[in-house]
């Protein structure tokens, strides 16, 4: 199914999903983005040497080989 986006500060019963709406796209790329990349890589990550999956370091690109 879809992904659901809610804004815990104004809605924290999670009544108005904002998934798909345009106010909401960056911080949607913000909270997936990361996601996506620990799921891809999660069983070899490392979290010691490439950081949180939010904010990885330098390592992880040259680990990759770019």
Known sequence: GAPSLFHLTKDPKELKDLWGNA??????????????????????????????????SSRFAADLGE
């Open 23 to 56: 106010s909401a796209s960056v911080g949607a790329r913000l909270l997936l983005d990361p996601m996506w990349i620990l799921r891809q890589w999660n069983v070899e990550w490392k979290k010691a040497q490439w950081g949180n999956a939010a904010s990885v």
